[in-house]
């Protein structure tokens, strides 16, 4: 029931060639394609789009969606003994 409220409220708020791309990404990355889902449909709710989204202007709400869910990757490198240092025990 929920998928179908969902399907129905993004028929209505994408045109063909934005649903085919959130399709594509579905297929590709899931949970993104969720999100982006999330943020149309809120926005929708709140009548915050104005007419139906192109893929361009999908392609611009992807990219807002990918800065808010990026990762922030950072490696703890340690110190690990090294064959060729100078002070060999």
């Known amino acids: 029931r929920e998928a179908e409220i969902r399907n129905t409220i993004l028929a209505q708020v994408l045109d063909q060639a934005a649903r085919a791309r ?3 990404l ?3 990355k899931p949970d993104k394609a969720k999100a982006v889902e999330n943020y149309l449909i809120q926005m929708a709710r709140f009548g915050q789009l104005a007419g ?3 893929e ?5 709400i992807l ?5 808010q869910t990026e990762k ?3 490696f ?5 003994l090294d064959s ?4 060999d025990y």
């Open 22 to 24: 959130l399709s594509n």
């Open 26 to 28: 579905a297929l590709v």
């Open 52 to 54: 139906k989204v192109s």
């Open 56 to 60: 361009q202007g999908l392609i611009e």
């Open 63 to 67: 990219e807002k969606v990918s800065q």
């Open 72 to 74: 922030k990757t950072t």
């Open 76 to 80: 703890n490198r340690r110190k690990v």
């Open 84 to 87: 060729d240092e100078e002070d």
